[in-house]
């Protein structure tokens, strides 16, 4: 493929999104936050903490505990209003997206993105969120993605 055709195109829509999301989010709730640091889920937390931004876990089987320094809860209803969540980052299977967007749009009034892992995708829930106002990503990781833009 010619490259210099590549140069051309420009970003695409998503890269964008993603470019606003990485410099305009300052809180994220992380859905299957893992405490094992094995884990991918806590690799890309710890990152984005490094990076300075607010990571709230929420995982049931560890609510009350602490992950990275941050209390953990068991839903997103649990969230104080508060804490200000403006993203959430999906690490669950693709089947618990349409529940996790449910909750999320009834306990965050602050959240303007719902980004799913990689593997994570649901379009029909990501279509309604949209519907919204919000800002959807799927199968990608903000660890990855982010270092482009910030």
Not at 83 to 103: C, E, K, L
């Amino acid at each position: 493929m010619n490259l210099a055709i590549l140069r051309d195109i420009g970003p695409s829509p998503v890269d964008d999104d993603i470019a606003r999301i990485a410099r305009s989010t300052r809180c994220i709730a992380m859905i299957g936050l893992s405490p094992n640091e094995a884990r991918p889920s806590w690799g890309v937390a710890r990152y984005l903490k490094s990076q300075g931004f607010r990571v709230i876990p929420v995982n049931p089987a560890h609510a009350g505990s602490a992950i990275l320094d941050e209390q953990v809860y068991a839903d997103l209803h649990a969230i104080p209003a508060e804490a200000g969540v403006d993203m959430i980052d999906i690490f669950r299977r693709s089947d618990a997206v349409p529940t996790i967007i449910d909750q999320a749009l009834a306990s965050l009034p602050r959240l303007r993105t719902i980004w799913m892992q990689l593997g994570v995708s649901h379009p029909a829930a990501a279509n309604r969120a949209r519907g919204r106002g919000l800002t959807v990503i799927e199968n990608r990781c903000p660890k990855i993605e982010f270092p482009r833009f910030l």
